[in-house]
């Protein structure tokens, strides 16, 4: 090889025509100022290797989390924990929040991980600084729940329930009424399965008293539990509905009875319908609400359902406890009367009641229609009909 | 030992009866026989007599600055001493002989020290009598006890200060005063008696220490001693954790204890750019007044006919390209002594980036051989295959084609796992560093936390054992003939590129493209700028490898190869540069 720059010299003319351009011809391309930019994101400082090395760990995390490699996550969290210490106060302060929800996905999948592990880890992240004790004992009792560890969740609530710190942020509030709202439910849930048990058990049993008196205090617990958690403005159906229904039990004649039913009629399961039946009828065992036309107005219109849905067993049921007492209590002669003279709706809607429960020829019926034959020859047709089709009273009798 | 404002003492020592007394910061006698000190002090009569850094020392010693936790009295150059004995000690493990450590690296470091006015000179900073016992007791490697004439050094200056002061007191020249209250406040503190001091010191003229800037000292002792390392290396070095720079104020002596200001100056968390270490090799160089380095020559590693060889037989490349690369040399004049011999004092003071522009010249070979224009590699490369495909019995011709799909795998590979590397590195040192006395309960907290949380999450990784650390090497690939899974290209021949003219060979592209056509020649940083998108992918591949290899920018690297065209192809510049003062045109390109 010999004179290279000879050889190079010559063809020169062909080489600018292969040159490519170097200085860009179509815009003005500047990559310095690219960079310059980026700076001004950073406050002019240059990224440091430790931010560099914390935000590929990070995304590593995520990549080996969505490909569910739940080991090399775990290598990975290894090194993202030193996060934690960064000297920038602003990602140290939102560290804790991202390694707690990387870090329980990766425990709540790893094969080698089990409730203690979580419950460490859940125990530590809740003490690193202070807006994250709350939302993290939430999730931590969700999973305990999950795992059917319910003493232990209810621990987590109880102990959250007490946080406190300073002023609360709005935030806060919110996840404290979340903590009460999921407290209550397993209150209800340990009520329930007392309940049953209770159910189990002979009333001759020597347990009952106890049993009976365990699942009283646990349902005024609940109760006032619940009760206040309504107050807050949201949508709390499946707690409402825990409530309403072991207030049925202590209190069947509360005004949310009516509610109850009416979200227990619009169910689709058939238990719900029964009950449903079994709650109108409660509500009207009571004097205070022997008045209630709305009540009545359900009882009458659900018990045409009911029969039409061929449930007569239903009904006999519930009509075999007070037949001996209700016909006196709400159909007497007396109440006929006044009914009438108070209120003729009232009177038709009870009278509509009395005749399919206990047949056209009870008092309270014929007074009624009586009575209405005037002024209401139509509706008391249609009484007349009703009761002709649902009497559970045999016509014969 | 100052006997001239002890005399007056005459009290015999309590532990040794003698009679020979000294004043210590606070103003109490200590016998200097056996360093005992007393409860009395010294009144002060007439200030008129006592020097100006007398008052200072004194005042700052009645006003003794809380201390955080006890330990050794240290000034944060102590601390880099510390750290540059680790590093010397590191590099001795690494292969370098002994000298690096206890003479080069020692001596530069006392001109260091000299020159910033911290030792070894007429007025120092300090004047306190404890820094002496206390560099004593830290340096107890056995390579540094000629330590000796430093302690002495350090204490001499304290005697002459002492002695020459008291007749000049009107002329003495006035240094930076200490001013104590500074650092009294509790949130500004630490572990170091100046390090809040030395972080705001901003002295012209003077260079101040920092860790990169150990670096540079490191790689000036190298140079020096013309070791087998380049900076690509060391730095390459540093970040595999075979040298400590990152959290190597841990090794510490025990009693040194670090905290406050002293964290923003000893722990660092950055790896070392080159760019930014080899600026501060020449800047130190420069500070430290030294002269013409030793002949860099033929014989050199760091000569660019040998390291071009080896990095060639690094990227797998055919031993024949040595051949191009050493005329490539010899054309350019970058083989010259006196060209390659790092210089400071010389007027333009540039030290050749040894390994940058080793491989640049690996570049335009491969630019000359192949074009890498996205088209004639690829041509050249099937002749090649079909080549080698009839003679299989032959040494077969290079296909540039099979090599880089050999290196891009191979490289991807290596690069993936850097990069893993690097995103699982630890930053945080063992036992953390505080900024005051508010959060130190603070930072061990999280630091107890961080530890609990890794063990836990340790016991759930695979257990199945990593490649534990890689032993320090030069090369970061190995190619052997024996592997049949990856080609080895050493042997292979260069004749399908090749052909003959005359008594000798020459390149069968004839043609070439330079990779800057306009050098700026305003006061920035580069003299070029590289755009991905303007060039061929082959070139990107190709910088990319490299500069990966030795992990710089690519725009670095790319600078490198215009200023190796422009030295060899410098008629083609001239020419345009007639062209352009001839017409009055501006051309736009």
Not at chain 2, 28 to 36: E, I, L, P
Request: aromatic share 12%.
């Amino acid at each position: 090889m010999s004179d290279f720059s000879g050889e190079l010299t010559r063809p020169m003319a062909e080489a600018d025509q292969v040159e490519k351009s170097m200085l860009s011809g179509t815009g003005m391309s500047i990559p310095w100022l690219r960079k310059q930019m980026e700076t001004v994101e950073t406050g002019g400082k240059k990224e440091k290797d430790f931010a560099k090395t914390t935000s590929a760990c990070l995304g590593l995390i995520q990549e080996a989390l969505l490909k569910h490699q739940w080991e090399k996550a775990a290598e990975y969290m290894h090194s993202y924990f030193q996060i934690l210490e960064d000297s920038d106060a602003g990602k140290r302060q939102a560290a804790p929040e991202i390694i707690w929800r990387l870090g329980s996905e990766i425990l709540y999948y790893h094969p080698k991980s089990n409730v203690e592990t979580f419950s460490t880890f859940a125990d530590r992240m809740k003490n690193i600084g202070v807006m994250n004790y709350l939302k993290i004992s939430l999730q931590h009792a969700l999973y305990l729940l999950h795992h059917g560890m319910l003493e232990d969740a209810n621990r987590s609530l109880s102990q959250a329930e007490t946080w406190r710190y300073g002023e609360k942020s709005s935030s806060q509030d919110i996840l404290i009424n979340l903590v009460q709202a999921y407290k209550g439910l397993l209150q209800y849930y340990t009520w329930s399965k007392k309940k049953m048990e209770l159910s189990k058990l002979d009333e001759e049993d020597y347990a009952y008293g106890t049993a009976t008196q365990n699942m009283r205090s646990h349902s005024w617990k609940t109760s006032v539990n619940l009760s206040a958690l309504i107050q807050i403005p949201g949508v709390w159906d499946p707690f409402v509905k825990s409530y309403v229904e072991i207030l049925y039990q202590i209190v069947p004649s509360h005004k949310l009875m009516l509610e109850f039913h009416r979200i227990l009629r619009n169910s689709d399961k058939e238990e719900h319908h029964k009950l449903g039946l079994e709650v109108l009828f409660a509500i009207l065992d009571f004097a205070g609400c022997t008045k209630n036309i709305t009540a009545w107005k359900y009882l009458a219109k659900y018990l045409k359902q009911t029969l039409m849905g061929n449930h007569l067993a239903w009904v006999q049921d519930e009509w075999r406890s007070r037949k001996n007492w209700w016909p006196s209590f709400h159909f007497s002669y007396f109440w006929a009367k006044n009914d009438w003279t108070e209120d003729k709706a009232l009177a038709c809607e009870k009278a509509l009641v009395a005749g399919i429960l206990l047949g056209k020829g009870c008092r309270y019926f014929r007074y009624v229609s009586k009575q209405g034959h005037q002024g209401l020859k139509k509706k008391m047709k249609r009484m007349n009909r009703a009761v002709k089709s649902y009497s559970i009273v045999d016509p014969g009798l | 030992m100052d006997l001239d404002e002890a005399k007056e003492f005459k009290e015999r020592c309590t532990q040794c009866a003698a009679v020979s007394w000294g004043l210590t910061d606070e103003g109490k006698y200590y016998c200097t026989s056996c360093h005992n000190v007393t409860e009395i002090s010294k009144e002060v009569i007439n200030t008129g007599d006592i020097p100006n850094t007398k008052i200072q020392a004194i005042n700052r010693g009645l006003k003794r600055k809380r201390k955080l936790e006890k330990g050794w009295d240290w000034y944060v150059c102590e601390g880099f001493q510390c750290i540059l004995c680790q590093q010397a000690e590191a590099l001795k493990t690494l292969g370098v002989g002994p000298e690096l450590k206890n003479e080069v690296l020692h001596n530069f470091w006392k001109r260091y020290l000299q020159k910033s006015k911290q030792a070894y000179c007429k007025n120092p900073i300090y004047t306190s009598r404890r820094k002496a016992v206390v560099l004593e007791e830290n340096l107890s490697h056995s390579d540094w006890e000629s330590e000796p004439e430093l302690l002495s050094d350090f204490s001499f200056p304290f005697v002459e200060s002492g002695a020459e002061s008291q007749s000049d007191v009107n002329t003495q020249k006035s240094f930076p005063v200490i001013k104590a209250s500074q650092s009294e406040t509790a949130s500004v503190c630490s572990g170091s008696l100046d390090g809040v001091e030395y972080s705001r010191r901003k002295e012209k003229g003077i260079v101040k220490m920092t860790m990169p800037r150990t670096l540079a000292f490191c790689y000036l002792s190298l140079l020096w001693q013309r070791e087998t390392i380049t900076l690509s290396d060391l730095l390459r070095f540093v970040e595999e954790d075979h040298i400590p720079y990152i959290n190597s104020f841990q090794h510490f002596p025990e009693e040194m204890k670090l905290y406050g200001r002293d964290k923003g100056i000893f722990a660092i968390e950055s790896w070392p750019d080159y760019e930014d270490i080899y600026k501060k090799t020449i800047e130190v160089a420069t500070f430290l007044d030294l002269p013409r380095f030793p002949d860099i020559t033929e014989d050199c590693y760091l000569h660019p006919n040998i390291l071009c060889m080896k990095y060639l037989m690094e990227v797998n490349l055919p031993d024949e390209m040595h051949n191009l690369t050493c005329q490539v040399v010899k054309l350019t004049g970058i083989g010259e002594v006196d060209f390659l011999t790092f210089d400071p004092i010389a007027k333009m003071a540039k030290t050749v980036k040894y390994d940058v522009q080793a491989v640049a010249i690996i570049i335009v070979v491969l630019k000359l051989l192949f074009l890498l224009d996205d088209n004639l590699e690829w041509s050249l490369s099937n002749l090649a295959e079909k080549h080698n495909e009839k003679n299989k019995e032959d040494n077969p011709w290079f296909d540039f084609r099979k090599w880089y799909q050999v290196m891009k795998r191979t490289v991807d590979e290596k690069k993936q796992k850097w990069e893993e590397a690097r995103a699982k590195y630890i930053w945080k040192s063992e036992k953390p560093v505080y900024h005051s006395s508010i959060d130190k309960s603070v930072v061990y907290k999280r630091r107890e936390m961080v530890v609990s949380l890794q063990k836990q999450f340790s016991t759930l990784v695979d257990s199945t054992p990593t490649v534990g650390k890689k032993s320090p090497s030069s090369f970061q690939f190995s190619w052997s003939e024996e592997d049949t899974d990856r080609t080895c290209f050493h042997g292979h021949s260069l004749q399908g590129i090749l052909k003959k003219k005359d008594q000798s060979l020459t390149t069968k592209n004839s043609l070439y493209w330079l990779s800057t056509q306009k050098f700026c020649k305003s006061y920035c940083k580069h003299v070029t700028t590289y755009e991905e998108s303007n060039y061929s992918l082959s070139y990107q591949f190709i910088l990319n490898l490299f500069s990966f290899l030795l992990r710089i920018k690519t725009s670095f690297l790319h600078e490198e190869v215009s200023l190796v065209e422009k030295k060899l192809f410098k008629t083609k510049y001239s020419k345009t540069k007639k062209k352009s003062s001839r017409s009055r045109k501006v051309r736009r390109y």
